[in-house]
Every structure is written in C-alpha cells, then in structure tokens.
C-alpha cells in the first residue's frame, strides 16, 4: 500500500484505503505526520487520517512516542479530545483514523484577531476539562499549543494530537518525566532547563500560554534569538495588554509561575471565580459522567451516549470487514506494542492455548503477592525480574521438559494494570491444565476481566 506516494502526486482521486476510505484533501502537516481528509465509502461519514512514516519514526528513535500514542488516545474519551477510531498499519506507514473536526483550528480564528473575553473563557474550560479529564487517567499532552486545539461544528474545543503524551507507567521512579519536547513558545521552564518535570505541572504552563494568546492575539513570550526567548520564560517575563481584567491577570500569574512547585494545580483553576463564570451545569456534570474504556467504576447504563467505540486494528492482507482481526482495545494495544515497533505483531492473534490477559484493578504489588502465593502453591519457583517480570519454573521436567511460565505485569495507571501470562516451554497441554484448573481459579479475586473472551465468560469468572 503506497497511499501516501500517490497521494503527492497529481491524481488524488479514487484512493482507497484498505478498500474503506476515500483519502482527500492535505489538512495539515507536521515533522512526521500528514493528516487528511478522508470519506468512509460505505457511511460517507467524514474521518481524519493522519498518516505516519514508520522508516521516519524509527531512524529518529520515535517508537516509544508512537506506542504511546496509540494507547494514550484510546485510553481517553471525551468531548473536547479528537477521538481515534481506528489504527491501520501496514509495512511503511501507520494510519491514524481520527474523528474529523469540522471548525478547523483555533489559530486561525485567533489570526483574525484576538478573542473576547467569554469566548476565550470558555475554549479555555473546555481545554481546562480535557486535560482534568486526561490527567486524571495518567495521560499528558506535553505539546499543548493552538495548532493543536480545534473547533468542531459547535464552535466547540477538540485537543488533537496526544502524541506526544505518555502513560503513566513510563513515568520515572521520582514521578516525573524526563524527555524534552514541544514548542518553545509554550513550554514550561523546567521543561526547557531539562530537569525532570511533572506532566500535569508543564501542561497547565502550557494552557496559561494558550489563555494568554487568546486574550492578547500575541505570545506572552517571544524572542528572535532563542536563549533570550528561554530566559524569558525561565523567569517568566510577561506583560499583560491594558485590556486584560484584573481577574484574568491574577489567574495568569498563578498559572505562569516558573516554579512547578507553587503553580496553581487544575484543580484550583476549576476552583477560580474567572474560570468559573458561565460555565454551565451541564459542562460540570460531563467532568463526572465520561466515559473511558479504562474505567472499572463506570455505570454503564448511565453513561450509554458515551459508549466508546471499538478500535480496529486492521492489516494490509486482511481488506474485508469480515477477515478483520478481533477488535483490540488499548490493553491489548499497550501488550503487544511492548514487543517493539513491529506493527505486523499486533495483527497475529495471540496464541490463545498458551497466553492469557487479564486486566485488574489491584496495584502491581498485590498483584506480584498474589502470584507469589499461586506459585508457593503450585511448587513453582519464582524469580521476579526488572519491569513486572515474573519468571516461574516447575521443579519438575514435565512431558516436553521444564514448564516455564512468564507473568508480565504492564501499568495503565497506579490502580490498573494488564498481565499477559504465557508458556514460555513445556507441552502445552500440561501448561492448560494448570492454566484452567489451578491458576485461573485462584486468579479469581484480583482480576477485573479476561482479556479477548466474552462478557458471559467474564462473568462466570467473576461469580
Ligand atoms: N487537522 C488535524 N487533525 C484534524 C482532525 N482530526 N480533523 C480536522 N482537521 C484536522
């Protein structure tokens, strides 16, 4: 599939993807990406597929970015984030299906001049709710900017581009993240001074710069040469225009503070008289109604206009609907991306007679005891290596020899983790009787659901 190729050249009619959608017009382009409007042939609904080079990505060392990608955007849904609806891979290129969002960007209403006062306010709620909404599921942006907010039909705030916002479980030991990107203009000092930052702390820098720009129709901080540029937000020099009102300023400045430490947290802008102007009950009520699918506590019945769609995964050899793969979720996503770039890996249907997943809402160290225990039990031995790595082995050769069994433990969030459990040798079916007979039971307390099997499967694992 060369889609791309032909989509350069002159004949940008009648190209298909996967035999589903009708590319069109270039939307926008960035360092590694292109994103353009295409047309589902069967619905006609409207979709933006932003298209990554996979040779580009790998030679700059971007894997890790792209994995994160893919399970940050399907861990969040909500009204004021562009929605992934599908990934398709092929031998060169990923293919990003997103929602496609009408109103174009933010910037180029703000080139026509600069916003009132309301209008601002409330682009600045919604991106405020976004981001209560995605740090609160351990994804950071980390490239806020306006070219990154877009407007739907509503005139309504989508943040696009998640791509450069990492999972919780990529966080450092210290809590903080240590990898520099973004764009000078809105990144936040500690960002900048290479320090180890907090997420959460650098995307509010980021949203104070976007408040501001939508205000004054200008960058608070701008410089030609760009250690002055630095230097001025290291020590956060900015000069609010003569029309900003007094509340305005004072949030800015507790937003702007250089120091991560004392900058004012989401929750206390939620809290802010300025911010808290107009926003209408029913925008409060969303905070507390979204749905993502990495949320155990949701009552679905109440929460039916959010139900998330499913991502498909789909193949260069498998262009019907029906040959697609089984539907995969972000936990089979983060799983199978551990394995490297090797998008190819996503569409071999793991061998189900010798790998399990299950998701569980138990922090990782009840999850590592409770497997200690089955293992004590079991008379197998035990050995816990770096990254949630359980290696157990029979003391025993069984029929094709030793039976080892690997337990990976991946981490969603603090409170979500998945666990892959596979046969790394032994007879196989030796390996599914202990599977079935005495692991799965015994699994029993601490799993949330099994993965890749059916909601009355589940159930009866849970009863
Ligand atoms: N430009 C970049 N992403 C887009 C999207 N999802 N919809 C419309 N335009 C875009």
């Known amino acids: 599939m060369h889609a791309c190729k032909m989509m350069a050249g002159h004949n940008k009619r009648n190209i298909i993807l996967m035999h589903k959608y009708e590319m069109g017009r270039l939307l926008g382009q960035g360092t590694f990406a292109k994103v353009y409007h295409a047309r589902n042939t069967r619905t006609s609904v409207s979709v933006a597929i932003k298209v990554i080079d996979k040779g580009k990505v790998v030679k700059v060392g971007l894997v890790d970015q792209i994995k994160r990608e893919i399970s940050a955007m399907k861990l969040v849904r909500h009204p004021n984030v562009v929605q992934l609806n599908e990934v398709i891979a092929t031998k060169t290129k ?271 160290s009840a999850i590592i005891s409770k497997i200690e225990d089955i293992a004590k039990d079991l008379r197998l031995k035990l050995t816990k290596k770096d990254g949630g790595l359980l290696k157990m082995e029979a003391s025993k050769p069984g029929r094709k020899g030793v039976m080892r069994i690997d337990a990976e433990i991946f981490e969603v969030s603090p409170n979500f983790h998945l666990v892959e459990i596979k046969k790394t040798n032994g007879d196989t079916l030796e390996y599914q009787k202990v599977m079935h007979q005495e692991m799965r039971p015994a699994l029993k307390d601490i799993v949330w659901a099994w993965q890749g099997e059916q909601l009355k499967q589940q159930q009866e694992q849970q009863q």
């Not at 001025?232 to 000069?239: E, G, N, P, Q």
């Open 94 to 364: 990923i293919y990003f299906v997103l929602e496609y969002v009408k109103g174009g960007e933010l910037l180029a209403k703000v080139k026509r001049g600069r916003l009132k006062e309301d209008v601002a306010r409330k682009y600045f709620q919604q991106l405020i709710c976004a981001l209560d909404f995605c740090h609160s599921r351990g994804v950071y942006h980390r490239d806020l900017k306006l070219e990154n907010l877009l407007l739907d039909e509503n005139s309504d705030l989508k943040v696009s581009d998640f791509g450069l916002s990492a999972l919780a479980e990529c966080r450092r030991q210290d809590g903080l993240l240590h990898t520099t990107c973004g764009t000078p203009a809105y990144v936040a000092p500690e960002v900048i001074n290479r320090k180890g930052y907090d997420g959460a702390k650098a995307d509010i820098w980021s949203c104070g710069v976007i408040l501001f720009v939508l205000l004054a129709g200008y960058l608070p901080f701008y410089d030609k040469n760009l250690i002055d540029l630095y230097k001025k937000i290291d020590s956060a020099d900015f000069r609010c225009p003569t029309w900003f009102s007094t509340h305005v300023r004072r949030l800015l400045l507790r937003i702007l503070d250089p120091t991560p430490g004392t900058r004012i947290s989401i929750e206390k802008i939620m809290e802010n008289p300025w911010f808290r102007q107009g926003l209408d009950h029913a925008n409060l009520l969303l905070r507390y109604n979204l749905k993502t699918n990495d949320a155990p506590q949701v009552d679905t019945d109440k929460n039916e206009d959010f139900d998330p769609p499913s991502t498909n995964i789909t193949t260069d050899s498998k262009q019907e609907d029906e040959k697609k793969p089984a539907n995969m979720n972000a936990f089979d996503i983060i799983s199978h991306l551990s394995s490297g770039l090797d998008l190819s890996g996503l569409f071999q249907e793991s061998d189900k007679k010798t790998e399990s997943k299950f998701t569980s809402t138990n922090t990782s």
